[in-house]
Structures are given as structure tokens and as C-alpha cells.
């Protein structure tokens, strides 16, 4: 269960301030340290502030990874709400260079994602917040599936609702996953399966009845 320290009067400077916390807080969180086992003494010293400093601007830790991963997820978001299946050039391709996006930008951020999902884990509010992005995805994508349904370039028999959790909250996993068991050379190819399983397996997926069935036995 998360505290909540009533906040004194924000110092002047307050946004030279809180970045100078965020910024602590993103090295110990790189140095290795699980977030639940870094103190607050250990950001008052790392960032060379007082605890009444402190919580001028943060009421605690855990509106500390909240506000800490807040650019990250809205920079996410916006990369799925700016993806238009209709842009004229083959869906799988671009989807691949999308995913390769997605998954470089966790790369460079993933100690504070791990940081923010081992928060999330025990903390109603922060899983709120860790799943937003997520649900955001799953929006865009279903109002995309929709409107290609209505054009005629995916299959009508497709349930768009339930294809788009199945890619974007699977895919959310599966990115997860990758990240934790890959160093990085595995990436091209990884972002390449993504992008060609969610374009062919939903956006452009054949209709039933042209699926071919395999030989009886």
C-alpha cells in the first residue's frame, strides 16, 4: 500500500529540482538496485537534497517511479496512436520498423520499466498507470481493425475486439520477455516476427473460408 506525505510548498526552481531527484533516482535504478530496496536516504544523497526537499515534490517512492516513467509512456503511446495501417506501404514492413522502435526505446529505459513493473506488481495505482499505455494501444489498434473491416481489406469474420488484446496485450509480454533473455542481437528479428504476425495474422488475415484445411488422416 502506498503512502501519501502531505507535500510542502514546492521550492523555487522546482523543475531544476525534481530533475535533479528523477535523474538520481534513474542511476541507482541503473546501478542494479531493486526499487523497492532504494531508500529515500539513498536519493536525498545521491541527488544532494534535504528531505523536506524531497517531499516538496514527491509525496513517495511511488509517486516517484510514476512520474519518473511518465515521458516514456506518453512518447509510447503516441507511437501506436500515430501508426496508420492505410499509409500506403506494406503494412508487415512497417509494422517492423515500428516494433524495432519500441524495443529500442525499452532497451534504453529498461531498468526503470523493470523498476515500474516491480512496483506495479503490489501497487493498485502504479498497475493502473503501468497498463494505460496498454489500453491506449488496444484502442487504436481495435478503431484501426475496425475501420480496415469496413474497407473490406480485413476479413469481416475476424473479432476485431478480441484480436487486438490478443497482439497488443500479448505482444506487450512477448516484448517483455524478449528484453529479459536477449542481448540485443536477436532484436532485428524479433521486431520482424512481431510486425508480420500482427499484420498478417489480423490486419490482413484470410478470410475462413479461403484458409486451406489440411489433409484428412
Not at 509512456?73 to 503516441?78: A, C, G, W
Not at 529498461?110 to 497498463?131: H, I, K, N, P
Not at 505482444?171 to 540485443?184: F, K, T
Request: aromatic fraction near 10%.
Amino acid at each position: 500500500m502506498a503512502s501519501f506525505t502531505r507535500r510542502a510548498k514546492a521550492d523555487p526552481g522546482t523543475p531544476a529540482v525534481e530533475s535533479r531527484i528523477l535523474a538520481a533516482t534513474e542511476r541507482l535504478i541503473e546501478r542494479g538496485e531493486r526499487y523497492t530496496e532504494i531508500s529515500v536516504q539513498q536519493i536525498l544523497t545521491e541527488a544532494g537534497v534535504s528531505r523536506a526537499t524531497f517531499y516538496a515534490h514527491f509525496r513517495d517512492k511511488t509517486d516517484l517511479i510514476v512520474r519518473l516513467t511518465a515521458d516514456l509512456r506518453q512518447r509510447l503511446l503516441e507511437m501506436a496512436q500515430g501508426w496508420d495501417p492505410a499509409a500506403g506501404e506494406d503494412g508487415a514492413d512497417r509494422y517492423t520498423r515500428f516494433f524495432a522502435d519500441v524495443i529500442a526505446l525499452h532497451r534504453r529505459k529498461g531498468f526503470v520499466l523493470a523498476a515500474l513493473r516491480e512496483v506495479a506488481s503490489y501497487d493498485q495505482t502504479v498497475r493502473g498507470f503501468y497498463t494505460a499505455d496498454l489500453e491506449g494501444f488496444d484502442q487504436a489498434v481495435l478503431r484501426t481493425l475496425v475501420e480496415q473491416q469496413q474497407s473490406g481489406k480485413t476479413p469481416a469474420d475476424l473479432d476485431a475486439a478480441a484480436a487486438s488484446r490478443v497482439i497488443v496485450w500479448g505482444g506487450g509480454q512477448a516484448i517483455a520477455r524478449h528484453i529479459e533473455v536477449d542481448n540485443g542481437d536477436g532484436d532485428a528479428a524479433f521486431a520482424r516476427e512481431l510486425g508480420h504476425i500482427w499484420w498478417y495474422g489480423a490486419y490482413r488475415r484470410p478470410p475462413a473460408n479461403n484458409l486451406i484445411e489440411e489433409p484428412k488422416k
